[in-house]
């Protein structure tokens, strides 16, 4: 049910799937997710971290969406 609308999904003691259209692109997806996971377990480390709501995170998505694009 995760997949459906994800191309990655975290397994509860049990590690994550991720895919994408060649092994490339799943692998990148598998480090990102891997990465978001460290951070956030720092985090955690120091505290409680504060969650975005929806609305923020939407923002952000609109931010990153030419993240490290030249601009035209």
Known sequence: AA???NTACLMAN???VAFADDLEAALSLAIEVET???Q???AR???TPVLLTD???D???GRLA???KPEA
């Open 40 to 42: 956030y377990l720092v």
């Open 36 to 38: 978001l996971c460290h």
């Open 3 to 5: 997949l459906r609308s």
């Open 66 to 68: 030419n993240y490290g």
């Open 14 to 16: 049990h590690g994550m």
């Open 55 to 57: 609305e923020e995170m």
């Open 45 to 47: 480390s120091a505290g």
């Open 59 to 61: 923002v952000v998505r």
